[in-house]
Structures are given as structure tokens and as C-alpha cells.
């Protein structure tokens, strides 16, 4: 089994984590010296200078490279108490099997949209790149057209398929995702993907284009549609919040946020929270009543919605995860409880 993540810190042995569980290495703890050898090693195996990372001062930066016949890794090197360090995560050649994965249908009939803003949110390692890398990978497939992606660094590697498939590293590429985003809209683009939506900047210029008929994918750090919403919002000057509002009911078309759980067998399973927009929806979004969101969702199964606790109430009953288990990552642990009882 390939490591998920692999950690090169100072004053431990070389560490890493498969699935959620932490092991360490039986060689000797790694010193500062140690640790630089093997972030210079990765800025050669990524063909990059490793001056350019020297010179930045308080800042980590992230890139991607391949090992033939083993797969692709992202790095993220940054400095702690003085050293060099680098978390890399593992990647393996070719695009992920979403049956594999247990990525819902709802999320992957996505890729049937035509324009408007679909969210992948979640904490950092919730697999949310891997999510959107199955969408695009449908849609690649299943129609015909030009994706556009921006990507920091590019993980999934896609072959033109049915469609053209641009592929744009930040800042390899193209310097920030605004640059690119509006680049992008010269280049008549079916589809954009947008690997993170950062600042208010940013977020602007996907609804825009959203707004003119394109078909945005982006994601965000929020762990629920309802503080996805708030956080977008948030992100601009009070004096401009309510056309935020009004613009965003009308092109969001769905959120999904995701995170993956320990299962009952040792690994870890993704749940879901599935908000798809509809009339309450966009009259919630525009009346600033964002905390009515889950009442919503929790009562439009019938449109593909789902809460996150209603998720983690059918892994429970599936005997995929354990109930103390899904108390830990449920939103109302208390709600959740009551249909344990």
C-alpha cells in the first residue's frame, strides 16, 4: 500500500500516514542537515531551483513531480524552528475509480451541468481534489467541449478525452488563480476548474463567470453549505454583501462538502453533506438566513440532497463506521445521539 502522506521533519525518523494512522521509520531521527539533503533531492526530481524557495523568507511553497513507475507526489516544503521540512502526498498514476472511492452519484452527475458554480469543500486531506478530478473525468468522457483547470499544484494528470482538457500550474503556469481565471475566459472555455477560490478577488471573478454561462468547479475550507455560503459573503466589504447575495443565489447550483471518517475496518471512508440549489435555497441565500440551509437539505432527498449527519447515520447503518466514531465528526453530535438511543 502506497503511504498517503510522508512527513521529513527534524528530530524524527522518516515518518508517514496510511489512511489515518501515523507510523514512524526504524532509522535515526533526521537532522536539519538530513532535512535539507532531501528537500534539495525533491526540488531535483521536480526540475525547480531550490534557490527560489531559500529566498523566500517565512513562506512554504508546493509543487508536484513523478517517479516513473511509481507515481506522482505533491510536495509542500516549508521551515519549522529553523529547518527544512516537506510533507509530501502520495499519488498514484492515473485518474482514481469514484466506485472505489464511494463517491456518490449525485456528486458525480455534477459533471451534467451546463453553467453556474458547483463548491467541493472540506478540511485540507478530505479528498476534495480527488472528488472533482472524478467529475472532470466524467465529463471528459460524456461530452464535448474545452476544461480549463488551475490548479496549485496539478495533482491528476487528463488526457483529452471527448473534450479538450487544458491543465494550468499556479504559479508555474500562470502567477495566481485571478490571472489565470481571467485569462481563462479568452481561451473559450466550456468548463474551468478552479483548484481553490482564495480572496475576495478571486471569488468575484467566478461568479462573473459563472454568470456568463460558464461551468465554475472550485473549492473551499468550509465544512458545511451553509458556512460555505457565509464564508463567500464574508469574504467582501460589508457595502458589498448584498449583491454578493443576489449574484451567488442565482448562479450557485450546488455545494458538496466531505470529509473522510475512520471505518470499522481500519481505513477511512468519505461522508458527505449534498446542497443542490433550488427556489428555498437561492430565497435563503438572498434573505441572509444561511442557518435555514440545513433544514433544507435535510429534507430534499428527493432532489440528491443529504445533511452530513443524515450521511453518517447510513454509514452507521451499513456497519461502515462505528457510532462513537460518527458523534466525533458529526455537525450535531446531540441530534445525531438521539437516533442512537
Known amino acids: 500500500m502506497c ?12 515518518s508517514w500516514r496510511i489512511s489515518s494512522r501515523h507510523q514512524r521509520g526504524d ?9 535539507k539533503q532531501l528537500v534539495d533531492e525533491l526540488y531535483e526530481l521536480a526540475g525547480r531551483d531550490p534557490a527560489e524557495f531559500a529566498s523566500l523568507r517565512n513562506h512554504d511553497e508546493d509543487f508536484s513531480f513523478a517517479l516513473p513507475g511509481v507515481g506522482r507526489f ?15 502526498r502520495a499519488i498514484p498514476f492515473g485518474l482514481p ?3 472505489q472511492l464511494h463517491i ?20 485540507s486531506g478530505a ?19 474545452h476544461i480549463i483547470t488551475m490548479e496549485d499544484p496539478i495533482e491528476y494528470i487528463h488526457k483529452h478525452g471527448t473534450c479538450i482538457v487544458t491543465q494550468r500550474e499556479v504559479p508555474t503556469d500562470v502567477a495566481t488563480y485571478q490571472e489565470g481565471l ?47 455560503v457565509s464564508r463567500i459573503v464574508d469574504a467582501f466589504p460589508t457595502s458589498q454583501q448584498r449583491q454578493v447575495r443576489i449574484q451567488l443565489s442565482i448562479v450557485l447550483q450546488a455545494v458538496v462538502c466531505q470529509q473522510l471518517v475512520p471505518s470499522t475496518d481500519g481505513g477511512v471512508v468519505p461522508a458527505y453533506e449534498i446542497m443542490m440549489a433550488n427556489t428555498a435555497t437561492r430565497n435563503l441565500i438572498r434573505a441572509q438566513k444561511d442557518y435555514q440551509l440545513d433544514s433544507v437539505i435535510a429534507s430534499g432527498a428527493n432532489e440528491g440532497m443529504r445533511t452530513m449527519d443524515q450521511d453518517l447515520l447510513r454509514l452507521v447503518a451499513e456497519g461502515t463506521v462505528d457510532k ?3 458523534l466525533r465528526f458529526a455537525a450535531h453530535p446531540e441530534s445525531l445521539a438521539a437516533h442512537f438511543a
Do not use: W
Not at 3 to 14: C, H, S
Not at 27 to 35: H, S
Open 127 to 145: 479528498g476534495k481534489t480527488t472528488t472533482l478530478a472524478c467529475i472532470i473525468d466524467r465529463l471528459n468522457h460524456e461530452r464535448s467541449g
Open 182 to 228: 481571467r485569462s481563462a475566459m479568452r481561451e473559450a472555455p466550456d468548463v474551468i476548474l478552479l483548484g481553490e477560490m482564495r480572496d475576495h478577488e478571486t471569488i468575484a471573478t467566478a461568479v462573473t463567470a459563472a454568470e456568463e454561462a460558464q461551468l465554475i468547479f472550485s473549492t473551499l475550507h468550509t465544512t458545511s453549505a451553509s458556512s460555505t
Open 104 to 123: 456518490p452519484e449525485e456528486v458525480l452527475g455534477l459533471a451534467r451541468l451546463r453553467k453556474g458554480l458547483v463548491l467541493v469543500t472540506g478540511p
Open 27 to 35: 532509522g535515526a531521527p533526521l537532522t536539519p542537515a538530513d532535512t
Open 74 to 88: 505533491r510536495a509542500n516544503v516549508f521551515r519549522q524552528r529553523g529547518s527544512y521540512s516537506a510533507v509530501i
Open 3 to 14: 503511504a498517503f502522506d510522508i512527513f521529513v521533519i527534524a528530530g524524527l525518523p522518516l
Open 324 to 326: 462513537d466514531t460518527a
Open 97 to 99: 475509480d469514484p466506485a
